[in-house]
């Protein structure tokens, strides 16, 4: 019987530790006009959004700026996270996305609205952002307020309270 009850415990522990956490809001195509942004820079992109073209290099934070490709399964992974992120500190932090490696702006809009993405992305039609981000994917830096890249996250965030742990030690906002 008590092997049962730990055997139980131990289904119940996993399974509430699961990946699958709905998405807490519907995805739409988010305009790039409130991004927190200093002067233009050589690496701008496409807004899908739509609006002026955004220089990366200029986001201002706190900000996280995230590499991900919809073709990328650990990207996909960490989505939900930055959505559950983002209904507690919407208004403390800009997370900004970076779609890479796509071949159309259409395929990416759709897995915006599907996959509930609400914050604006970015389309690196050229792959330009390669120089400066790498070759990999999922990416995420962290940007303090005067623009400067205060933490390199190579991989995907694997939960929410990963990203909140690192915004509050890097970024210093709780």
């Not at 930055?82 to 071949?103: D, N, R, S």
Request: charged share 25%; proline share 5%.
């Amino acid at each position: 019987m008590k092997k049962i009850l730990v055997g139980l415990s131990l289904v119940l522990f996993i399974s509430g530790c699961s990946l699958t956490e709905p998405i807490p809001v519907k995805g739409e195509v988010v305009s790039c006009a409130d991004l927190e942004i200093g002067t233009e820079n050589e690496l701008s992109l496409e807004c899908l959004g739509g609006g002026e073209p955004v220089s990366v290099e200029a986001i201002k934070g706190p900000a996280i700026i995230n590499i991900w490709g919809t073709w990328c399964a650990p990207c996909r992974e960490e989505l939900p996270h930055f959505a559950h992120f983002l209904t507690k500190y919407h208004e403390k932090v800009q997370v900004v996305g970076i779609a890479v490696e796509e071949k159309n702006q259409a395929k990416v809009r759709a897995f915006i609205e599907k996959h509930g993405i609400n914050w604006p992305i970015l389309y690196d039609v050229d792959g330009s952002t390669r120089k400066k981000f790498g070759m990999g994917v999922p990416v995420s830096w962290l940007i303090d307020k005067d623009g400067t890249v205060v933490y390199e996250k190579f991989g995907p965030f694997k939960s929410t309270e990963e990203i909140e742990l690192a915004v509050i030690k890097y970024l210093g906002v709780k």
